[in-house]
């Protein structure tokens, strides 16, 4: 039997892992401004968050490959910065996935929030509690349902993402090649043992990510005031 070859699962983890800490800094304002705000620009807010969930990758890589290229603003910019492209780089591939996996940290975190109201956000304030204080003492403990599924949704997602990452990263060894885009490559040279082994890995990722988050749901339910 061949062994997988992990290099393109370790370099997957790593972004995965990268990219779930980038979108918890990110995510939580805005999941928690869409769930207390009153703004009417708050539909498009979710709306443009909730983009990646329908685009199809490829339309999604383009633009972001379109975007990132040397020969855009902000891509001709890094590229005369520090003599390097955005585009088939490890920190495109972290651009990307930030913006593909957004709703998967976001919408599970405004729930949350949406969930704990603002009667122990007020209750907080009358004890003279800082917004900061409240959040942090009482929002976040209570949003700790959210936090997990967030967290794990969006690492999840991030290991199995192909379309994006392709569009944005190429398939360069060590670099840009991640766990998904080697399966691919591996059918495509009918290596299927190495490709079952890769598929297996995640197959049970996967399933073991999503039915630890359900358990504990189930185990240690929220109640809010």
């Known amino acids: 039997m061949t062994l997988p070859d992990l290099g ?3 370099l997957t983890i790593r972004l995965a892992a990268i990219t779930t800490v980038i979108l918890l800094i990110i995510g939580t304002p805005i999941a928690w401004w869409l769930a207390h705000t009153r703004s009417r620009a708050r539909s498009v807010v979710e709306a443009v968050t909730a983009l990646p969930l329908v685009l199809p990758p490829t339309v999604l890589g383009f633009y ?3 975007f990132l290229s040397p020969n855009s603003t902000i891509g001709g910019l890094w590229l005369s910065v520090t003599g390097t492209t955005l585009t088939f780089s490890f920190l495109g591939l972290i651009i990307a996935s930030a913006i593909y996996s957004l709703p998967f940290m976001v919408q599970p975190l405004q729930g949350a929030f949406e969930a704990v109201g603002r009667g122990p956000l ?3 304030a009358s004890l003279r509690a800082t917004p900061m204080d409240a959040f942090l ?3 976040t403990p209570m949003a700790v349902r959210g936090y997990l599924t967030a967290t794990v949704l969006t690492f999840a997602h991030t290991i199995g993402e192909f379309g994006v990452v392709l569009m944005v990263g190429g398939n360069i060894p060590d670099r840009t090649k991640v766990v998904s885009i080697q399966i691919y490559e591996n059918v495509e040279t009918i290596d ?7 598929a297996a890995i995640l197959l049970v990722f996967s399933f073991t990510a999503l039915l630890s988050v359900y358990m504990f749901n189930r185990r240690f339910p929220v109640h809010v005031g």
């Open 64 to 66: 972001l490959l379109v």
């Open 8 to 10: 393109p699962l370790f």
């Open 137 to 139: 003492t009482i929002a």
């Open 192 to 198: 299927y043992a190495a490709a079952h082994g890769l």
């Open 122 to 124: 007020e209750a907080a």
